[in-house]
């Protein structure tokens, strides 16, 4: 079975940094992706970021492109989203998502979801 653990959320006040992860079991980051995603209250889930199993290209949600770095150890199973000089607007829940295929932001492409993290962003 395929299983999707996030892992490193927290309180952090503007401008700070975090780094969560995303541990999986049950298949191996050889083909299609991982995308992380992320849901504040009242809000529609939006993708974030994502990464590609082969080779590595990854895509960026305009809002965050400079400030979050998405990256993966495919020895360890595990992709991991850097997220920099964090801001209030970042405030959400971050789950990370599995595709067999294509790759974007949109929640539609990925089959298998995580329970997520919460990120809380502060002062």
């Known amino acids: 079975q395929v299983q999707l653990v996030e892992s490193g959320g927290g309180l952090v006040q503007p401008g700070g940094s975090l780094r969560l992860s995303c541990v999986a079991s049950?298949?191996?980051?050889?083909?299609?992706?991982i995308g992380w995603f992320r849901q504040a209250p009242g809000k529609k889930r939006e993708g974030v970021s994502w990464?590609?199993?082969?080779?590595?290209?990854?895509g960026y949600a305009d809002s965050v492109k400079g400030r979050f770095t998405i990256s993966r150890d495919k020895a360890k199973n595990t992709v991991y989203l850097q997220m920099n000089n964090l801001k209030p607007e970042d405030t959400a829940n971050y789950y990370c998502?599995?595709?067999?295929?294509?790759?974007?932001?949109?929640?539609?492409?990925?089959?298998?979801w995580g329970q997520g993290t919460q990120v809380t962003v502060s002062s």
């Open positions: 049950g298949f191996t980051l050889d083909d299609g992706g």
């Open positions: 990464i590609r199993n082969s080779d590595g290209a990854t």
């Open positions: 998502a599995r595709s067999r295929g294509l790759l974007g932001l949109a929640p539609v492409l990925y089959a298998y």
